[in-house]
């Protein structure tokens, strides 16, 4: 199952060391954990209006406000009929093993090709650690994406198998690296050849 962390609402940092012009930088951690709790706690029991969680969450600020932004845009509440819901684990896995947003969309949807892998693959395994895959869920969706995509099948690799290329990028998702950059690369090359 995804796992959740408390990421600043603005630099997505999961420390008090935030990145440089961060609006947050010097709250503290435990009030940036709080807010997400207050959200949290809420919607975890029914789904609410944004002007009724606003009311039923004592003191709301603009840490609240960016936090309720920041757990929106990370697919982990929508927007329904009902008003705004949290979504269970199983159902965020599910949204967010196909990237929606770019480059890794097409990343995702057109495979890599010669020039791309390293990026690509590095792209796709980081973006899985940031949502919160485990490095299990996170091996099996590169592996049915490798297969599904083609993109094992255009060859290219010097890795022998698909397992031994997926488990080369575990360091990738141990230290947690950016997908931003290397997503960007690939989708250049993978743009010029399509």
């Known amino acids: 199952m995804p796992r959740f962390e408390y990421p600043c609402p603005d630099c997505r940092t999961r420390t008090n060391l935030h990145e440089a012009g961060c609006d947050f930088d010097g709250v ?4 940036i ?6 959200i949290l706690t809420h919607l975890s029991q029914a789904s609410l209006s944004e002007g009724r969680l606003r009311e039923t969450v004592d003191d709301w600020d603009q840490l609240h406000a960016r936090t309720l932004s920041r757990l929106q845009r990370d ?3 929508e927007e329904t009929d009902d008003g705004l819901t949290l979504l269970t684990a199983e159902a965020y896995k599910e949204r967010v093993t196909h990237p929606t947003m770019e480059p890794l969309q097409t990343i995702y949807e057109e495979g890599s090709v010669h020039g791309a892998h390293d990026n690509a693959v590095f792209a796709l395994v980081a973006f899985y650690e940031m949502v919160g ?7 099996e969706q590169m592996l049915t994406w490798l297969e599904e995509s083609g993109t094992w099948a255009r060859g290219g690799f010097e890795e022998a198998s698909p397992e031994e290329l997926v488990d080369s990028k575990r360091h990738v998702y141990e230290r947690g ?5 290397a997503g960007r690369e690939a989708k250049a090359v993978i743009d010029r050849r399509l």
């Open 75 to 77: 697919q982990r509440i």
């Open 133 to 139: 895959l485990s490095w299990a869920e996170t091996r």
């Open 177 to 181: 690296y950016g997908w931003k950059q």
């Open 28 to 31: 503290r951690w435990i009030d």
């Open 33 to 38: 954990e709080a807010a997400y709790v207050d």
